[in-house]
């Protein structure tokens, strides 16, 4: 439903009719001010002077005449050059606007550019704005959270802002936290690396693994370079997946450009933004991983200590990556 603003504007900029005109340019020739006119029929003064300058005499010199130019623009398109549009387009049904261009410009010497030819197709009624009714709407679906511990992990990495880094760390230095949360029971686990690497990422995992007492079924990324390798010229195994498949770990990795879909660990860390970052500074790798512990207890609302219980084989699994 549209506000009363938004009303009043709809109302405001409607086209007077030929009465409100007529009568309007009548009251003011007989002697009425220019302000009752206006307060009378809710209009402006610019616009009664305009229908004053007009009017001579008769009603129907007050109508409103087409704006539209009588002759065409000297760039606009030439008959000929509509006529090799039509053609090619009835010759090449469902060619698209690049294609018909391209051809226009090898074969005719065609030199508009190609936004001027898209108009002029759209003019002519030969393409159409396409229905995107449905299709522009991201519709969300419901997710399956784990209901058991160790059943997935959501993991990413954050860069520190550098605001929060003091005039004694050098301006080139970069901290990043490792993020992990468990979806069944919300638990988080954080750690800071002054690097963004696989070496990282693995250390990271046997850190958690070590915090919660279990290892995982599943642990869920993105798509970045600590991660995974996104190419196929790379034939080397990453460092994550040798590790997950050595701890019998499925590697999820999430569909490219949709954070939403690690939308607990992203959204964890906006909380950190809001809640630790924005009031602490830090002086080194040392110093944030301090405040950072102390931070995670808090947040957490329990002591840092394990959280389940290693079975004997879990142990030499680790054991071997110690």
């Known amino acids: 439903m549209d506000s009363i603003s938004q009303i009043l ?4 900029y409607l086209p007077h009719d030929l009465n409100t005109k007529y009568y309007s340019v009548l009251m003011y020739r007989n002697g009425a001010s220019v302000s009752f006119v206006c307060r009378k029929y809710h209009i402006s003064k610019r616009s009664l002077m ?11 010199s007050l109508i409103d005449i087409s704006h539209r130019p009588k002759t065409p623009h000297p760039n606009s398109h030439t008959e000929e050059e509509l006529k090799w549009i039509q053609d090619y387009s009835r010759r090449n049904p469902g060619i698209t606007t690049n294609e018909l ?4 410009v090898k074969y005719k010497g065609y030199k508009r550019h190609p936004g001027s030819l898209y108009r002029v197709l759209k003019r002519l009624g030969i393409i159409s704005k396409p229905d995107i009714r449905g299709t522009s709407k ?3 679906k419901h997710y399956d959270t784990p209901k058991y511990l160790g059943e997935k992990w959501q993991i ?9 880094l003091t005039s004694a ?10 993020t992990c949360i468990d979806e069944a029971s919300r638990q988080r686990y954080l750690f800071w690396y002054d690097e963004q690497s696989p070496y990282a990422t693995c250390n990271f995992i046997i850190r958690c693994i070590q915090y919660y007492g279990y290892i995982p079924h599943e642990i869920q990324t993105d798509n970045g370079q600590e991660f995974t390798w996104n190419t196929e010229k790379i034939k080397v195994i990453h460092p994550m997946d040798d590790l997950c498949n050595k701890l019998d770990i499925i590697h999820h990795k999430i569909r490219p450009r949709t954070p ?23 002086y080194s790798l040392e110093d944030l991983r301090v405040q950072g512990v102390a931070y995670l207890k808090r947040s957490n609302n329990i002591p840092m200590k394990v959280l389940g219980f290693l079975s004997p084989n879990e142990k030499r699994k680790l054991l071997s990556f110690a």
């Not at 990413?156 to 929060?164: A, E, G, N, R």
């Not at 080139?172 to 936290?177: E, L, N």
């Not at 860390?269 to 009031?279: A, K, L, P, Q, V």
């Open 138 to 140: 991201y519709v969300s």
């Open 169 to 178: 760390i050098p301006n080139d230095t970069k901290f990043y936290q490792y």
């Open 50 to 60: 305009r229908w004053n300058k007009k009017y001579d005499g008769t009603k129907e």
């Open 9 to 12: 504007q709809k109302e405001r």
């Open 101 to 104: 261009w391209w051809k226009l």
């Open 260 to 282: 939403r879909h690690n939308g607990k660990v992203e959204r964890s860390h906006r909380s950190d933004n809001e809640r630790f970052y924005s009031h602490h500074s830090f």
């Open 156 to 164: 990413d990495v954050k860069c520190v802002p550098t605001k929060c």
